[in-house]
């Protein structure tokens, strides 16, 4: 565990510009995910962001961390409507016997227009084809959904329904993290 920890840290940039830089921790009963977002770049078009996750889902014995590169922006005149397309590498191992290593190809679309008072909803899909999985993987898919509310102007309470899945040699299609989460998101 000790080497996630330190692969997710060194991912994280140390130095922040102007954009706001989020924590992000959702749980369950038997599972906890942490993730760090941080803006490289903003200007008038939108941001290039990097992240950072640490997974630990202890019904499939699940250890997973990701890193990514996700462009972000505010298409359109569409006020509340966020979109960002990029990609994620999976690594970890699942089932104590599954390793997996991943590119995931995808985004996230949120809408959280001001006049709904704070709610939002946030969509994710990653897809990783048979061609950019290794080890023990042969293609992995990440879906997602999640309804929020601005709590204050900086932090978003949440409810969230997250999937991740991956086919496997010797066990096939298997959820390497199922499962609904609470948790809040903290911008500084």
Not at 161 to 180: K, M
């Amino acid at each position: 565990m000790k080497k996630w920890l330190f692969l997710f840290l060194l991912s994280c940039p140390l130095v922040a510009p102007a954009a706001a830089t989020s924590l992000d921790l959702g749980l369950n009963d038997f599972s906890v995910q942490l993730q760090f977002a941080h803006p490289l770049h903003a200007d008038a078009y939108g941001m290039v962001q990097a992240e950072g996750r640490l997974l630990y889902n202890d019904r499939e014995e699940t250890r997973v961390a990701s890193v990514g590169l996700l462009f972000v922006g505010e298409p359109g005149n569409v006020s509340g409507l966020n979109l960002g397309i990029g990609g994620q590498v999976y690594g970890g191992r699942t089932d104590e016997r599954q390793d997996l290593l991943a590119l995931g190809v995808g985004g996230r679309l949120a809408y959280a227009p001001p006049i709904l008072g704070g709610f939002g909803v946030s969509g994710k899909l990653f897809y990783a084809p048979q061609i950019l999985a290794g080890l023990d993987a042969d293609r992995l898919l990440e879906t997602g959904i999640r309804l929020s509310y601005a709590v204050t102007p900086k932090v978003r309470a949440y409810g969230e329904y997250q999937n991740l899945r991956s086919d496997f040699e010797d066990r096939g299609n298997w959820a390497i993290d199922e499962g609904v989460r609470i948790g809040f998101e903290a911008s500084f």
